[in-house]
């Protein structure tokens, strides 16, 4: 059984930062391709960045050079840094892990005021 639970999310004024982070449960996340995804209100979920289990990235075009993705295999958890906060990166963003199936969170709000 895979769990993940997101953290880190919260409010925030444009041109800030946060960390989220991933923490998972039982034993694939190391071989698991790794996603975060954010749904605004209204709008459909969109993949944010995703990273492969040997560690290469992808990213939106709306995210590049702001955003990051990492993760850290031994303690099964996963980050998304995110700088440069705009007020159009309001959203609830949620993990994803896939290795077949596919696992996802419960999401963590982030707000960003202008």
């Known amino acids: 059984q895979v769990q993940l639970v997101e953290s880190g999310g919260g409010l925030v004024q444009a041109g800030g930062s946060l960390r989220l982070s991933c923490a998972a449960s039982?034993?694939?996340?190391?071989?698991?391709?790794m996603g975060w995804y954010r749904q605004a209100p209204g709008k459909q979920r969109e993949l944010v960045a995703s990273i492969t289990s040997g560690g290469s990235t992808n990213y939106a075009d709306s995210v590049k050079g702001r955003f990051a993705i990492s993760r850290d295999n031994a303690m099964k958890t996963g980050y998304l840094q995110m700088n440069s906060l705009k007020p159009e990166d309001t959203a609830v963003y949620y993990c994803?892990?896939?290795?077949?199936?596919?696992?996802w969170g419960q999401g963590t709000q982030v707000t960003v005021s202008s």
């Open positions: 039982g034993s694939i996340f190391s071989i698991s391709h």
């Open positions: 994803n892990l896939k290795l077949g199936a596919q696992y």
